[in-house]
Nanobody, 121 residues
Framework: QVQLVESGGGLVQAGGSLRLSCAAS????????MGWFRQAPGKEHEFVAA???????TYSTDSVGRFTISRDNAKNTVDLQMNSLKPEDTGVYYC???????????????WGKGTLVTISS
């Protein structure tokens, strides 16, 4: 069965950095677009970043210049390096896998259970 397991969440002060990691199993990892989404308390699910099998990247407007998504196909992992964190970055971050880079924002095949990120001011 496909499993996506996130790790690296925690409590960080505003301006700090955090690195999230997602370990995938049960799928041909290199053939999937991998992405990160988040959901703040009481708010809608929000796209953060995605990376294609070929290394193409796309980010939300708020993520550009602060976040970097990367993947290691040999280890079946995808990471999200988050810098210059803000209180509004607080939320549960979910790892996701999809088959289309262009449609990753709306078409996700598999989801992780999430890891909580809390940014204090």
């Amino acid at each position: 069965q496909v499993q996506l397991v996130e790790s690296g969440g925690g409590l960080v002060q505003a301006g700090g950095s955090l690195r999230l990691s997602c370990a995938a199993s049960g799928l041909m990892f290199s053939r999937y677009v991998m992405g990160w989404f988040r959901q703040a308390p009481g708010k809608e699910h929000e796209f953060v970043a995605a990376i294609s099998w070929s290394g193409g990247r796309t980010y939300s407007t708020d993520s550009v210049g602060r976040f970097t998504i990367s993947r290691d196909n040999a280890k079946n992992t995808v990471d999200l390096q988050m810098n210059s964190l803000k209180p509004e970055d607080t939320g549960v971050y979910y790892c996701a896998a999809g088959g289309s880079f262009l449609n990753i924002r709306t078409h996700v095949e598999y989801w992780g259970k999430g890891t909580l990120v809390t940014i204090s001011s």
